[in-house]
């Protein structure tokens, strides 16, 4: 074996060395960087010489050739990154729950004094005093603000439900927006990653990248992971081409087969599906029918992330036979308005107001608008309310109208509206508050594989190092041998 030998091992294991010092330095600098997963060298020792062969030289054994620098693998854990989506896609759908529903209790709180419990008693109030004083002016002005203000709160109630209805819509659309943004930018990876990995490199911060937003959009919907290689010739270390398939619950597909979820990335044909919202209409009411592929196919129901907690809330699904939260939560309160003033009003008709009129009219209307509102003719002339049976000064029908708050149930129905929206924030805060632990739990367990570590870098550089400056001092010996050899041997005859 010749002595430049010597030189060749040495420059191979600094290079190797030199490859570590980089790797080491790319890791510090990117410490607190997004999504980064620390990397580290794999050395492999370089073929022994002699290799096996009948014209080997006749030594005892092999004799080492040093070492090279393998590949630079990324620290992570596939199990660990699974076991991540699917609960930060439960974390998403629970956040999202509690917060629209913590929302919705907002609105409908009933402990204060503007609460529509409050509002009801204090009519009742007015009219059991217009009862005491049939004909008195005052006590029918007062039941008429009381009206005005008990229907003002159910405008209220209705158009703050609508509202928040309509900005959680709006949120959806932009979670729709964000998912096929995000998948645009994975099939993307994926076609850089193939061009690299097919030539031989290992893009490992390109796979960071992806697995950022892999992350991001587990958050939105729920979504299942897996790669296929790019190539049949390409490393271990090597992670391929991601596929995302989205989790939804059983439909048909337009072959008439039952499936359970549908590609959104295609990392083998390097392509990805957009989404869109499918809308239809069902007593008065737009909702969102499904989550809908460019292609054709059954409207698709989201059991988890962001985007299904907001599909649920609002909106419903299938055939519109399923209805979300605030969906339910208007027509439960239209329904309790209209009952009550088909009651009162039908109370209303059988009394007798003051004076010389055509008969009763009705108390509440609904306008033009659909919100409810006391008779512009009663606001006008309060001796239009019919306060009395037989005389106008019996005052008995006020009583009647009265008893219509218990008869009609309206205080029992709004109290089953909100108790059991109480019950449904408490479970969503409960489910939230476990499922942002376990999110976080599993995060630490994924940055104590995958995070940096300052202090261990820094010990790593000074191994290198070291290890560096004695491969150094071994091709020193080497130039020295070669040096005796070169410059002093050989020196008869000059």
Same mark, same amino acid.
């Given at each position: 074996m010749s002595t430049f030998h010597g030189l060749e091992m040495a420059k191979q294991a600094l290079f190797a060395q030199q490859s570590a010092l980089h790797t080491t330095g790319h890791n510090i600098a990117n410490a607190n960087t997004e999504g980064y997963s620390r990397q580290r060298v794999n050395y492999v020792t370089d073929i022994a010489m002699p290799s096996a062969s009948k014209n080997r030289t006749g030594i005892p054994g092999q004799i080492g050739t040093g070492v090279k620098a393998g590949s630079i693998q990324r620290i992570r854990d596939q199990f660990l990154d699974g076991q991540f989506r699917g609960e930060n896609s439960l974390a998403g759908y629970w956040e999202k729950r509690a917060d629209a529903?913590?929302?919705? %209790?907002?609105?409908?709180?009933? &402990?204060?004094?503007?609460?529509?419990?409050?509002?009801? $008693?204090?009519?009742?109030?007015?009219?059991? $005093? &217009?009862? @005491?004083?049939?004909?008195?002016?005052?006590?029918?002005?007062?039941?008429?603000?009381?009206?005005?203000?008990?229907? %003002?709160?159910?405008?209220?109630?209705?158009?703050?439900?609508?509202?928040?209805?309509?900005?959680?819509?709006?949120?959806?659309?932009?979670?729709?927006?964000?998912?096929?943004?995000?998948? %645009?930018?994975?099939?993307? &990876?994926?076609?850089?990653?193939?061009?690299?990995?097919?030539?031989?490199?290992?893009?490992? $911060?390109?796979? $960071?990248?992806?697995?950022? &937003?892999?992350?991001?959009?587990?958050?939105?919907?729920?979504?299942?992971?897996?790669?296929?290689?790019?190539?049949?010739? @390409?490393?271990?270390?090597?992670?391929?081409?991601?596929?995302?398939?989205v989790k939804t619950e059983e439909f048909t597909d337009a072959d008439g087969n039952i499936q359970n979820g549908y590609k959104l990335v295609d990392g083998a044909n390097l392509t990805y599906q957009s989404i869109s919202l499918e809308e239809a209409e069902s007593d008065g009411f737009s909702y969102i029918s499904g989550i809908q592929l460019d292609i054709d196919g059954a409207p698709l129901k989201l059991d988890t992330g962001k985007a299904g907690a907001l599909q649920s809330l609002i909106d419903t699904y299938g055939s519109g036979e399923n209805e979300g939260e605030f969906l339910k939560g208007l027509k439960d309160l239209a329904a309790l308005r209209d009952n009550f003033i088909d009651a009162f009003n039908a109370v209303h008709r059988e009394g007798v107001p003051i004076g010389e009129t055509d008969g009763p009219v009705d108390f509440f209307v609904i306008d033009e608008d659909g919100n409810m509102a006391v008779n512009q003719d009663i606001i006008d002339n309060p001796k239009l309310i019919a306060a009395a049976l037989e005389g106008e000064g019996d005052g008995k029908n006020a009583l009647e109208l009265a008893k219509v708050f218990d008869e009609a149930g309206i205080k029992e129905a709004y109290s089953q509206i909100t108790g059991s929206l109480a019950v449904q924030v408490e479970d969503a805060e409960r489910m939230r508050r476990n499922t942002t632990v376990l999110v976080s739990q599993l995060e630490n367990d994924r940055q104590s594989i995958g995070s940096v570590s300052l202090d261990e870098e820094m010990t790593n550089m000074i191994k290198f190092q070291h290890a560096y400056n004695a491969m150094a001092r071994s091709m020193t010996a080497t130039d020295e041998l070669l040096d005796r050899i070169i410059n002093n041997l050989g020196l008869v005859g000059r």
């Open positions: 529903l913590g929302r919705m %209790e907002d609105v409908l709180n009933d &402990l204060d004094d503007t609460g529509l419990s409050q509002v009801m $008693d204090q009519f009742w109030s007015a009219l059991q $005093d &217009l009862a @005491v004083n049939p004909t008195n002016g005052g006590a029918r002005s007062v039941v008429v603000q009381r009206g005005k203000a008990l229907s %003002e709160t159910f405008n209220y109630l209705n158009q703050s439900l609508t509202q928040i209805r309509s900005d959680l819509k709006t949120e959806m659309n932009h979670a729709v927006e964000s998912v096929n943004r995000i998948s %645009e930018q994975i099939s993307d &990876l994926n076609t850089r990653i193939k061009a690299l990995e097919i030539n031989g490199y290992v893009p490992n $911060d390109l796979y $960071d990248q992806r697995d950022l &937003l892999i992350d991001k959009l587990s958050g939105i919907i729920p979504i299942e992971v897996s790669y296929e290689k790019s190539s049949e010739h @390409v490393g271990d270390v090597a992670q391929g081409l991601a596929v995302i398939e």
